[in-house]
């Protein structure tokens, strides 16, 4: 693609075209729609769960899991790059005879491969379900009556 | 894209697609790993919830490690060297192929160790995590460039992290902690070093001799000096030298018996594999290196005499042994030393270690003075212990005594040759160590045979006769190695050790 | 001062930073994040020196593995860190304390 242009300028123009998108889009909705203001619509979540306390309270250790799987294969995906650069490399492949193709492309998928099993292991161990398997209730049941229990609190109580 | 065709055409030249596939050949052992990796992994995915075929695949896997790497030590003979995709990263000769063998055997030997019970079964995960030391220790053997290093002392590091913290105990998470956090910082400090090594050279490889670009006049001296001392941090923390040795007693304390044992001996025989190669590129700097020796074991040994606990005590012993190891990287052009004192001391390591698992499991004793009386129970298993601990003293008639003769004689003979006080000061400080060790290594069967029992015994787990014979196997090989060194050091010299 | 120079002051200041976070700080996700500043300060350099010495990209792809060792190590940290969490409800590592030696 030869454009003319230096490769830092073709960034340029992508970043410009996609702060142009989303601010265009914003300004055009401020310009066309109706303003009326409610006492429901200016809560920070409009349909959500109103925020209690700041925002270092304890999360439920679970986004840290699901965080940590991400992590790993999002940095992961690194390593296309690099590969995408040679993968396609005309020249290469020229003279090679094709095997060249062929070499990079069996080895991008081994890795995507390994990848994936890893991905299945956290499946299959049940850490990418919501609600974790394997923790029911307990089926134990009490012989002593919970009234008993409130009795007992409510004689101590005072 | 302007800049692709100017450089993208340069592999070319280097890379052919023959070389790949050559190279994968001898990339074989590595590759037999990575699949026993993949295997593993889907085993346990699979339903199959069974301990056996976890385990059988891990010996079936790693024994062919094992088998392949002889066939390489023989094949490759005694100067043959393949540079792997001509790039100066990864270099097979004999000499890596016989350091695999030993890093493979003390992993079958690893392997035959029965677990706590404070880990998890079915134990899927701890062969997983054990494989992947032996992957990132092979390729360690075999690296000759400092991106391999770190990706291989990585793949090291990250799996004996979650090794450590693999029993549920509470005390085995901290030590897991404490590890990551000392040893990611030694990593960090060495990836920096790393920089400034390529910034100053240009290159990340060992091939060459870039030392003397380090060491050019446009610099000042402590420039290089402060680079070496950056990279070797993070390789003399894995094989716990001096200063960097803090994390060895907590982790040795609390991570399950056969994890340490692994521990005491596959990273640190890899590191050392590769710490002669790096010696090697810096033309042998023989003061520092027989300075941090001297302090090593002095340092391992003298804190030994103090500990009551026998697996921190084990901890310190394998620091010192770190000391005697340095002390073979003082012959410079000569690894033969260094090979044999680190075989001979996997046999006893291993041994010593067995030992100890067998009555943790047996007796829940981990105190040395909890030892006392035992012979009187087990006669048998006392007498294996009283070999192993004169063994790693040093004294006849065991091979601990021939590898220390080798050692000490050497050093003596350099002293003699270059007339270096230092050499004949760490000769001394040698010796003093050896019998200062000895006070601590008796302790235990001291106790054991002429103290009495405590209280009463308990007996919690069966006997097993797989450890019987492993201890056997291994008491005779550490005899048979005093009576018969040349055997091992005949098999060592049939290909060069030389550099 | 040229561009070069500032570069790699950065790179020693983050290193130096990091290093004064692993010193001094008591609780185990800071000290973390200051080995990631570490790494960081290491990749800076990768890449001014790969500039001076651009035969085969060497010192981008050095980079590349380190970023992606860096996610490992925090994955596997992080991790470890969390273990600890459940035992001892800390992360403060002066209360983390219970062998001795």
């Not at chain 2, 060495?190 to 030392?211: C, Q």
């Not at chain 2, 030298?241 to 803090?246: K, M, Q």
């Not at chain 2, 069966?462 to 190695?481: G, H, I, Q, R």
Request: net charge neutral.
């Amino acid at each position: 693609m030869e454009t003319g242009l230096s490769p830092f300028a073709e960034v340029l123009l992508f970043i410009l075209a996609a702060a142009l998108f989303v601010f265009g889009g914003l300004i055009t909705a401020r310009l066309i729609r109706p303003h009326r203001p409610g006492e429901q619509k200016l809560e920070s979540y409009e349909s959500g769960e109103q925020p209690l306390g700041d925002a270092w309270g304890q999360v439920n250790i679970r986004f840290y899991l699901l965080g940590l799987i991400f992590l790993l294969f999002e940095v992961e995906i690194i390593f296309l790059f690099p590969w995408a650069v040679v993968f396609g490399d005309e020249e290469l492949i020229r003279e090679t005879g094709g095997a060249w193709g062929w070499l990079t492309f069996t080895e991008m998928f081994i890795f995507l491969g390994i990848l994936f099993l890893g991905l299945l292991y956290a499946w299959s161990k049940g850490y990418l379900d919501w609600p974790m398997p394997g923790r029911k209730k307990s089926g134990f049941s009490s012989p002593v009556p919970r009234s008993m229990y409130e009795a007992i609190n409510k004689k101590y109580d005072s | 894209m302007q800049y692709s065709s100017e450089n993208m055409n340069t592999p070319i030249n280097w890379l052919t697609l023959e070389s790949v596939s050559d190279s994968l050949y001898w990339l074989l052992p590595e590759l037999l790993l990575t699949t026993l990796i993949l295997l593993l992994t889907i085993l346990i995915i699979s339903p199959v919830k069974s301990d056996k075929w976890q385990k059988g695949l891990v010996f079936f896997g790693i024994g062919p490690y094992v088998l392949v790497n002889g066939y390489f030590s023989y094949v490759l003979g005694e100067t043959q060297i393949q540079n792997l995709f001509n790039a100066d990263m990864l270099i097979v000769n004999a000499q890596a192929a016989k350091w695999k063998i030993l890093l493979g055997l003390s992993m079958l030997v690893v392997l035959l160790f029965p677990l706590p019970l404070t880990v998890k079964r079915p134990r899927g995960e701890y062969f997983l995590l054990l494989t992947g030391v032996l992957l990132g220790a092979s390729l360690l053997v075999i690296a000759n460039h400092f991106m391999m290093v770190l990706i291989s002392l990585e793949m090291i590091s990250l799996t004996s992290y979650l090794l450590t913290g693999l029993a549920r105990t509470r005390y085995s998470a901290e030590a897991a902690v404490k590890y990551f956090l000392f040893g990611a910082a030694a990593t960090a400090v060495m990836v920096y070093g790393v920089s400034w090594l390529y910034g100053i050279t240009g290159h990340v490889s060992l091939s060459g001799s870039e030392l003397a670009m380090l060491e050019n006049n446009f610099y000042p001296d402590w420039v290089p000096f402060l680079v070496v001392t950056l990279i070797s941090s993070g390789i003399l923390f894995k094989v716990a030298v001096a200063p960097w040795h803090i994390w060895v007693p907590d982790v040795y304390e609390q991570t399950p018996t056969p994890v340490v044992a692994m521990f005491s001996v596959i990273p640190k025989l890899a590191g050392f594999a590769f710490l002669i190669k790096w010696i090697t590129w810096l033309q042998w700097p023989v003061e520092e290196v027989a300075v941090l020796a001297v302090l090593t074991m002095s340092v391992g040994n003298f804190a030994a005499l103090r500990q009551v606990n026998v697996k921190r005590m084990m901890g310190y012993s394998s620091i010192a042994h770190s000391g005697f190891l340095m002390m073979a990287l003082l012959f410079p052009g000569d690894a033969s030393v260094l090979f044999f004192y680190a075989a001979v001391y996997i046999f006893m390591n291993l041994g010593a270690f067995l030992l100890i698992n067998y009555y943790e499991r047996m007796y829940r004793i981990q105190l040395i003075k909890e030892y006392d009386g035992f012979f009187r129970i087990s006669p048998l298993f006392g007498i294996y212990l009283v070999v192993f601990m004169v063994a790693l003293t040093g004294l006849p008639p065991t091979a601990g005594f021939t590898a220390k003769l080798f050692l000490f004689s050497g050093v003596l003979a350099q002293f003699q040759e270059s007339g270096s006080a230092l050499l004949m000061f760490t000769f001394v400080f040698g010796i003093i160590n050896a019998v200062v060790s000895f006070a601590y290594y008796v302790r235990i069967p001291y106790g054991m045979i002429f103290r009495d029992m405590h209280s009463s015994v308990n007996i919690f787990k069966k006997y097993s006769v797989l450890e019987n014979f492993l201890c056997l196997f291994l008491v005779l090989a550490v005899l048979l190695l005093f009576f018969k060194p040349e055997w091992l050091m005949g098999w060592i010299n049939n290909s060069s050790f030389a550099f | 001062m040229n561009e070069m120079q500032l570069l790699l002051g950065t790179g020693a200041f983050l290193f130096a930073a990091g290093l004064a976070v692993i010193v001094s700080k008591k609780n185990a996700v800071m000290v973390l994040m200051g080995i990631e500043l570490m790494l960081n300060a290491a990749n800076l350099n990768f890449i001014v020196f790969g500039r001076m010495h651009p035969e085969w990209h060497q010192g981008q792809f050095f980079a590349l593995f380190v970023i992606v060792l860096a996610a490992a190590e925090a994955a596997v940290g992080l991790a470890l860190i969390l273990r600890v969490y459940r035992y001892f409800r800390t992360v403060e590592l002066d209360k983390i304390n219970q062998m001795k030696g």
